[in-house]
């Protein structure tokens, strides 16, 4: 299993990083996927690419990550012709902004989604309905919104490919000392919650 988490210029580190790791401890391989060599997160931190844009066709998961200038991103037709996603044979997943890459890319339909406070006129404007959540998915889709709700949607990465006790040992890894439990049960909560969210 192979994932491109998709990163452009201006990308947050959290969104990308976070789950890139989380994703890659399970075992997967991850990997941060760009549109150039090099991009410049939105602290000024350069990341060098491990994948190009070609990649995200061979990708069984790719994640559009969040970032200052996605608004740029959905305005460059060039950028959008990169992403031909295909949610019938991938999972696809954002976080944050990255909801309003799917929404322009049509890949949201009705489904309802989750991003940021800041994002949320701009997901709104595409006649999107932006939940009060964290995390939400049908299907093969899933958004994010948070920064630190990355670890909700690596969680529901993992748990659709290698299943829940690997995203148990994951999150609990990763927890803090003496929240592990705590962590790993919100985490799960959450995707659970995001999931059963269509039919309650």
């Known amino acids: 299993m192979q994932v491109a988490v998709v990163t452009f210029d201006g990308f947050n580190e959290l969104d990308s990083f976070i789950a ?15 549109p150039t060599p090099v991009v410049t997160s939105m602290n000024g931190v350069e990341v060098t690419g491990q994948r190009s844009m070609d990649f995200v066709t061979e990708a069984d998961v790719v994640l559009i ?16 012709s990169m992403l031909p996603l295909d949610p019938s044979r991938q999972l696809i997943g954002s976080q944050c902004s990255g909801a309003l890459v799917l929404a322009k890319l049509g890949l949201l ?12 006129p701009f997901v709104e404007a595409e006649g999107v309905t932006v939940l009060d959540a964290p995390f939400h998915a049908e299907g093969n889709i899933a ?22 006790e690997a995203a148990r040992a994951v999150i609990d890894y990763a927890g803090p000392v ?12 959450a995707v659970r919650a995001g999931e059963a969210a269509l039919t309650s």
């Not at 990550?65 to 959008?80: P, Q």
């Not at 958004?143 to 829940?164: F, N």
């Open 143 to 164: 958004t994010a919104g948070g920064c630190l709700a990355s670890q909700y949607l690596a969680t529901w990465v993992i748990t659709r490919t290698l299943g829940e």
């Open 65 to 80: 990550g969040s970032g200052v200038k996605t608004r740029d991103v959905v305005a460059d037709d060039r950028l959008l």
């Open 178 to 189: 003496g929240e592990k439990l705590e962590t790993v049960e919100r985490s799960l909560r």
């Open 109 to 120: 339909g009705d489904m309802p989604a989750c991003t940021d406070m800041t994002s949320r």
């Open 20 to 34: 890139s790791a989380l994703i890659s401890k399970a075992g997967l391989k991850a990997y941060i996927t760009t």
